[in-house]
């Protein structure tokens, strides 16, 4: 019992240290720790449609491969739009953009157990950029010289299409989601507004059931999770790669 509830302030600490951790006006890659998900399947999913500004976002119709070069070594990502069609379709045209190439990865936890590696702020492309400020950064689309945010977007298991702006705890989802933070997961980072995702991603280095319904898994890691394992606070994405599937974007 001891050894649980460690381990249960372990967890508890970090979340609240990541939080912490990204300071500014644009605290988009804070992972808040606001309720955890349940594995009670009884409840029929509430409905929370996107919103009519989403028809404007990139949105990945089916499935594609994202391979990340790091340190010499691919990360092979499978990045899916069917369950997560703006979220997949969001982080799939920044790849193809080349937003990744060259950024940091500014947070990583290992301790007091693994939890996750962090990066995607595309004020890591500069070098010269203070590295104690990166994770309060998000994507500026040069189109329209206006930050780029995606909504949470979550699909409860069993159901036909994901629900919107809202964690699974607000929108009374006892359900799984589909996409679940196993390690390995590939999700977006955000602030307290759910609304908040714009370019910084995580990739998860163990389960990590707490921020089921809370945070929104796009994909996995197929192949080179020990590349992932091995990553450090600092190292860059040297390139960033959809290898299959891009004709599955729809913008």
């Not at 391979?67 to 691919?74: H, I, T, W």
């Not at 492309?125 to 040069?142: I, M, Q, R, W, Y």
Request: hydrophobic fraction near 35%.
């Amino acid at each position: 019992m001891q050894i649980k509830i460690r381990r249960w302030l372990s967890i508890t600490l970090v979340v609240v240290a990541l939080v912490l951790g990204a300071c500014g006006t644009e605290q988009v890659a804070s992972l808040d720790s606001s309720g955890s998900s349940t594995t009670e399947t009884t409840s029929t999913p509430a409905v929370v449609s996107p919103s009519p500004q989403m028809s404007n976002l990139p949105r990945l119709d089916g499935k594609a491969t994202v391979v990340l070069e790091v340190k010499g070594s691919p990360i092979t990502i499978e990045v899916n739009g069917t369950d997560a069609p703006i979220t997949a379709g969001n982080f799939v045209d920044l790849v193809q953009q080349g937003v990744y190439d060259g950024l940091v990865f500014h947070r990583v936890v290992r301790e007091p157990q693994p939890f996750v590696v962090q990066g995607g702020d595309p004020q890591g492309k500069d070098p010269n950029f203070p590295a104690e400020a990166l994770g309060t950064g998000s994507f500026v689309d040069p189109e329209t010289s206006q930050s780029r945010y995606i909504p949470l977007e979550i699909k409860p298991q069993g159901a036909k299409e994901p629900i919107y702006s809202k964690t699974f705890d607000k929108a009374g989802i006892t359900t799984p989601p589909a996409l679940r933070h196993t390690r390995g997961a590939v999700a977006m980072a955000r602030s307290s507004p759910p609304d908040s995702a714009s370019s910084q991603f995580y990739m998860a280095l163990a389960d990590l059931p707490f921020l089921d319904g809370n945070y929104a898994v796009f994909g996995y890691v197929t192949e080179g999770m020990n590349v992932v394992d091995k990553i450090q606070q600092g190292d860059r994405i040297e390139s960033a790669e959809v290898t299959q599937g891009i004709e599955n974007l729809k913008k």
